[in-house]
């Protein structure tokens, strides 16, 4: 299974993806993880995007798609499922990241896209704040990775759709339900993407359950 997250911050698309990987038996490369462990081992690429990191900022493309590159090529010798969390983050990425799939002959099977709305982000990421300490997770920060998200990641969605890999998920209920669901949608699509040729799927958007389903949803404008 090959997937890769687009979701705002706050939507737990690390638990999520920690939660895919352990299921599926495959890694999971988080380029946010990857960029705060080379700050927190002050290497040079380290110290090149700690600003940017810390301002909420996303780093030059080249950089994470450098990190893409060598991680995927690593993923390839070792049966080739994974779990790309955090990147692509723009369209210039999602068309890279493509290239280097297609490449290396694994591009994603499914993109993963975890629906959550700005308030109960931020008072996730607030919460988080206080227990993690994360130096992006200030309210400034914070801000400005939601319109950030909003401008150029968000945008990415639609081609995934137009591409018959795309799988949303309400992603504003507990992460346990949240994982249930997304790992049941998984299983459907691995029997799913040997079998059927990309170009035949459509979009499966899931986040319409709860509430057909007679479940309270927690966002008062629905
Ligand atoms: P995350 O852990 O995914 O929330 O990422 C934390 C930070 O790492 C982001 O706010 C960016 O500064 C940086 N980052 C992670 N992934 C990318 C990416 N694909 N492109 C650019 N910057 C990224």
Redesign the pocket.
């Known amino acids: 299974m090959r997937v890769l997250m687009v979701a705002p ?1 706050g939507a737990g ?2 638990t999520q993806g920690a939660v895919i990987a352990t299921h599926f038996g495959i890694p999971h490369i ?4 990857l ?2 462990d080379h700050v927190a081992r002050r290497t040079a690429l380290g110290r090149a ?1 700690q600003a ?2 810390d301002k ?6 080249e ?2 798609l450098d990190m893409v590159q060598e991680a995927l090529t690593a993923v390839a010798a070792t049966g080739g499922g994974y779990v790309l ?6 369209m210039a ?1 999602a068309r890279a990241t493509y290239q280097i799939g297609l490449e290396l002959g694994m591009t994603a099977d499914v993109a993963l896209h975890l629906k959550a709305d700005d308030r109960e982000l931020k008072r996730r990421l607030l919460a988080r704040a206080a227990l993690e300490g994360r130096s ?1 997770d200030t309210e400034e920060a914070i801000e400005h ?1 939601l319109r950030l998200y909003h401008e150029l990641t968000h945008p990415i969605v639609a081609w995934y759709g137009e591409r018959g890999i795309l799988v949303t998920v309400d992603a504003m209920r507990p992460a346990d339900q949240v994982g249930r669901e997304i790992l049941a949608a998984l299983e459907v699509m691995s029997s799913f993407v040997d079998h059927v040729p990309e170009q035949s799927r459509r979009a499966v958007d899931l986040t319409g359950l709860g509430a057909a389903f007679g479940e309270m949803t927690t966002d008062p404008s629905r």
């Open positions: 911050p698309k690390g988080a380029t946010g993880d960029l705060r995007v940017h990191l909420g900022e996303l780093v030059p493309d950089i994470v969390d955090g990147v692509p983050r723009n990425q992006d990775r």
